[in-house]
């Protein structure tokens, strides 16, 4: 028995499916065990490790991290996505005067870790007398690798999609920055949106590279406790805290994207369902209905409609 896509298993595949399976979530189970094992036997949840965390003010130090994460992946993650905007559509000119030293500048971008891009913000400058704070190199260092990693993620969704799409929009008179930001851009956005959603939450993950450079967010307060010995240096414990904020950060971000999505999703059929002239002939036909509708809705204002 075969299905369209593959084939059906028969009773020897799904026992051995199934015999896989287990052993997989056996040997998970005991990793697990062995590290819980580990940090019993070394005293990590014995109660002065967790003495710490039972002050107030230690929390509000961790809120404050919390905050100066937030507010350095806020501002690199419009400015990653301002810059990818900005460098994907010089990728995307036909003047070759643009496009190549755009894409020399989005190569060397990615080619430069992150870690190395804040250092040398931060400790190098000042050698040439231009001093910046720390937030302020983590959040340029974001934004050139991000924003250059977006630029490439953007390229390629646009370059995807059906040369009709873009034909469509030449069809009814629109130049091409018409046919890219009413035709091309919205198309590509919504079908990278997983991808650009993955590179934000890689933006904000990577925040914690500031402790490097001294910028106060969570990694930075988790070292920090972690290696006060008045306490048993509870550095596990400091790190399992702050690891579970990492965690519930990044699940937030992704549902945020999740209920964006689903939004995008409700408009379009919506859309669909109360537009007279949608049929469903093949791909690219909704944005050329949309740009056929323009041009007529432009034609009948000029007045040169015929019956």
């Known amino acids: 028995m075969s299905s369209v896509l593959y084939d059906v298993p028969g009773p020897r595949a799904i026992a051995r499916n199934r015999i896989i399976g287990a052993v997989t979530v056996l040997v998970i189970l005991a990793g697990l065990g062995w590290v819980i094992w580990r940090f019993a036997a070394t005293g990590q949840f014995t109660a002065a490790k967790w003495e710490l965390f ?22 690199a993650a419009v400015g990653a996505l301002i810059l990818g905007f900005i460098l994907a559509i010089g990728r995307l000119s036909d003047h070759a005067w643009i496009r190549v030293p755009v894409g020399w500048i989005v190569e060397v971008l990615r080619a430069i870790p ?39 993620v953007i390229r390629a969704g646009v370059e995807s999609l059906p040369r009709g799409q873009s034909e469509a929009g030449y069809a009814i008179g629109l130049r091409k920055s018409g046919v890219m930001r009413l035709v091309l ?4 956005i919504r079908a990278m949106m997983p991808v650009i959603v993955a590179q934000l939450v890689v933006t904000l993950k990577d925040t914690a590279l500031g ?24 550095l596990i414990p400091a790190a399992l805290v702050g ?13 945020v994207a999740y209920l964006l999505e689903r939004r995008l999703r409700r408009s379009d059929r919506a859309q669909h369902a109360v537009d007279p002239m949608h049929h469903p002939v093949g791909a690219g036909t909704d944005t050329e209905l949309i740009a056929l509708q323009t041009g007529a809705g432009k034609f009948n204002q000029g007045g040169g409609g015929t019956a």
């Open 54 to 75: 039972t002050y107030s003010s230690i929390w509000a130090l961790f809120a404050e991290a919390t905050l100066n994460t937030l507010a350095a992946f806020a501002a």
């Open 114 to 152: 992150v870690l190395i891009f804040m250092m040398l913000l931060y400790y190098g400058l000042p050698v040439l007398g231009i001093r910046m704070t720390p937030y302020a190199a983590v959040v340029i260092a974001l934004i050139a690798y991000n924003g250059s990693v977006l630029a490439e």
């Open 185 to 188: 851009l919205p198309q590509a």
């Open 211 to 234: 402790f490097i450079i001294t910028f106060q967010e969570l990694l930075y307060l988790v070292k920090l406790l972690g290696s006060n010995a008045v306490y048993g240096s509870p």
């Open 243 to 255: 690891g579970s904020i990492y965690v519930a950060l990044c699940l937030a971000l992704s549902y």
